[in-house]
């Protein structure tokens, strides 16, 4: 049945330039069964201000189904904010400190199977090698207790000031973050399970459903955890677009569509890094990506740039690659690329076609930011940085006309699906907090 229809496909367009097969329907083998108890109590701690350290900012804030589990801008402001996504606006009571230095990715199909990597440089990765079998920044022996990689990436924006624990002089997470406690008594995770262990309705969710728990004291920050983990597989799984369709031989594209599934598969390349049922190699590539904000850095260096993958690796080979995203929803989903730096997604095709060329010529106005005062453009006014990062690319231009990037457009919007976007569980009216829901 694929077979007749990848040729029905073929037959509405120019054969020439089909280099790709598409690929094998999702399915649901690719994912791990979901109890739904689990799910619906991940829903209430990921929509609840519980877990920030001043109990204002909860995971859907950057991370909201109105907004395709993004939040339509350029860089967040987290911690210091007020609103929720395009709306969010400096607090002047409590100002912060910086915006938050990388784009908040969407959250479609991030418990798949096959999503062994994840963050924009993949500093969290699954590798056997390593003990819990989790590569990470974080000492191995705090990965006890995760049950997936998934349920692991929430460790990361819990402790950090600019999105979620917010400063030392705060509150008390934020203190612990500071003076470097994290994992055991006392630390900054142990800290956010007791606020959750002292509401009774959550006490008693956990215990029902956790055979390990037996009192409100044994809840862990991993048991928290993992319960998001569930919701956001179960709520964001998406599988039922027009193109799924299509890949189950239920449908056929036609005109500017088709055109643009033949070209995504064929001659501007697109599928050779966007390739599987979830239209990412999950790999690292340079494409030219503008750099802005307050850029990613260890903490010695005094720069605004962000040097991606080799922040993690050392390999002068990763500098400012970045993490192939998955396109599930992709007509919803903008701003573009690691800093969420273009804003219209044919623009961004434009540029992807001449990842090399497309930096020296980027037009900053065009960048979606929350105002806030701040160094925002260092790197792309600095023209030795901009060759720097030209340099890099090591993918060939395509010359794509206005029309093609046009047709490849409307073959991406086939990619929507709105019943994820939506959710199964959807937004809570109240969480057991009572704290406001975004």
Same mark, same amino acid.
């Given at each position: *049945?694929?077979?007749?229809?990848?040729?029905?496909?073929?037959?509405?367009?120019?054969?020439? $330039?089909?280099?790709? %097969?598409?690929?094998?329907?999702? !399915?649901?083998?690719?994912?791990?069964?979901?109890? @739904?108890?689990?799910?619906?109590?991940?829903?209430?701690?990921?929509? /609840?201000?519980?877990?920030?350290?001043?109990?204002?900012?909860?995971?859907?804030?950057?991370?909201?189904?109105?907004?395709?589990?993004?939040?339509?801008?350029?860089?967040?402001?987290?911690?210091? $904010?007020?609103?929720l996504g395009p709306e969010r606006q400096v607090d002047p009571a409590t100002p912060p400190d910086e915006r938050i230095p990388r784009n908040a990715p969407a959250l479609f199909n991030l418990a798949a199977n096959?999503?062994?990597?994840?963050?924009? /440089?993949?500093?969290?990765?699954?590798?056997?090698?390593?003990? $819990?079998?989790?590569?990470?920044?974080?000492?191995?022996?705090?990965?006890?207790?995760?049950?997936?990689?998934?349920?692991?990436?929430? *460790?990361?924006?819990?402790?950090?000031?600019?999105?979620?624990?917010?400063?030392y002089r705060e509150n008390e997470v934020g203190r612990a973050v500071r003076q470097g406690l994290i994992s055991g008594p006392g630390g900054a995770w142990d800290l956010i399970a007791r606020r959750v262990a002292?509401? +009774?309705?959550?006490?008693?969710?956990?215990?029902?459903?956790?055979?390990?728990?037996?009192?409100?004291?044994?809840?862990?920050?991993?048991?928290?955890?993992?319960?998001?983990?569930?919701?956001?597989?179960?709520?964001?799984?998406? #599988?039922?677009?027009?193109?799924?369709?299509?890949?189950?031989?239920?449908?056929?594209?036609?005109?500017?569509?088709?055109?643009?599934?033949?070209?995504?598969?064929?001659?501007?390349?697109?599928?050779?890094?966007?390739?599987?049922?979830?239209?990412?190699?999950? &790999?690292?590539?340079?494409?030219?990506?503008?750099? =802005?904000?307050?850029? &990613?850095?260890?903490?010695?260096?005094? !720069?605004?740039?962000?040097?991606?993958?080799?922040?993690?690796?050392?390999?002068?080979?990763?500098?400012?690659?970045?993490?192939?995203?998955?396109?599930?929803?992709?007509?919803?989903?903008?701003? @573009?690329?690691?800093?969420?730096?273009?804003? #219209?997604?044919?623009?961004?095709?434009?540029?992807?076609? /001449?990842?090399?060329?497309?930096? &020296?010529?980027?037009?900053?106005?065009?960048?979606?930011?929350?105002?806030?005062?701040?160094?925002?453009? #260092?790197? *792309?006014? /600095?023209?030795?940085?901009?060759?720097? =990062?030209? &340099?890099?690319?090591?993918? +060939?231009?395509?010359?794509?006309?206005?029309?093609? =990037?046009?047709?490849?457009?409307?073959?991406?919007? %086939?990619?929507? #699906?709105?019943?994820?976007?939506?959710?199964?569980?959807?937004?809570?009216?109240?969480?057991?907090?009572?704290?406001?829901?975004?």
């Amino acid at each position: *049945m694929r077979h007749a229809l990848i040729f029905a496909l073929l037959a509405l367009v120019p054969a020439t $330039g089909w280099t790709q %097969t598409l690929p094998a329907p999702v !399915h649901d083998d690719m994912f791990a069964p979901v109890p @739904y108890e689990e799910a619906v109590l991940g829903q209430l701690l990921f929509y /609840d201000p519980i877990l920030s350290g001043n109990k204002n900012i909860a995971c859907a804030t950057c991370h909201h189904p109105s907004l395709a589990t993004a939040d339509g801008v350029a860089l967040a402001i987290g911690e210091g $904010g007020v609103g929720l996504g395009p709306e969010r606006q400096v607090d002047p009571a409590t100002p912060p400190d910086e915006r938050i230095p990388r784009n908040a990715p969407a959250l479609f199909n991030l418990a798949a199977n096959e999503f062994t990597v994840l963050f924009h /440089d993949g500093r969290l990765e699954l590798d056997d090698s390593q003990p $819990g079998g989790i590569r990470t920044p974080m000492d191995a022996d705090m990965l006890t207790g995760f049950a997936s990689l998934l349920s692991a990436q929430t *460790m990361f924006p819990v402790l950090s000031a600019a999105e979620m624990a917010g400063g030392y002089r705060e509150n008390e997470v934020g203190r612990a973050v500071r003076q470097g406690l994290i994992s055991g008594p006392g630390g900054a995770w142990d800290l956010i399970a007791r606020r959750v262990a002292e509401i +009774p309705e959550y006490a008693d969710r956990f215990i029902s459903f956790y055979p390990h728990i037996h009192a409100a004291e044994d809840i862990a920050f991993t048991d928290i955890s993992n319960a998001i983990a569930v919701f956001m597989g179960y709520e964001w799984r998406s #599988d039922t677009s027009r193109f799924d369709a299509v890949l189950r031989g239920q449908e056929k594209l036609s005109g500017a569509e088709a055109q643009g599934l033949r070209l995504f598969y064929g001659n501007a390349g697109c599928a050779s890094c966007h390739s599987g049922p979830f239209l990412t190699d999950h &790999k690292f590539h340079a494409m030219g990506a503008p750099q =802005i904000g307050p850029g &990613k850095a260890t903490s010695f260096q005094n !720069h605004h740039r962000d040097e991606g993958r080799f922040l993690v690796t050392g390999d002068p080979g990763d500098m400012y690659a970045f993490r192939t995203p998955s396109l599930r929803n992709v007509a919803l989903t903008a701003p @573009y690329g690691h800093a969420g730096a273009h804003a #219209d997604l044919a623009e961004f095709l434009a540029a992807h076609a /001449d990842p090399a060329g497309s930096i &020296k010529t980027f037009d900053p106005t065009t960048v979606r930011l929350p105002q806030f005062v701040s160094n925002d453009f #260092d790197v *792309m006014e /600095d023209a030795a940085q901009v060759e720097a =990062i030209s &340099k890099a690319v090591t993918a +060939p231009t395509v010359a794509l006309q206005a029309k093609e =990037i046009a047709a490849i457009t409307a073959f991406l919007e %086939t990619l929507t #699906d709105s019943a994820a976007v939506e959710g199964r569980l959807g937004i809570p009216a109240t969480v057991p907090s009572g704290l406001p829901v975004p």
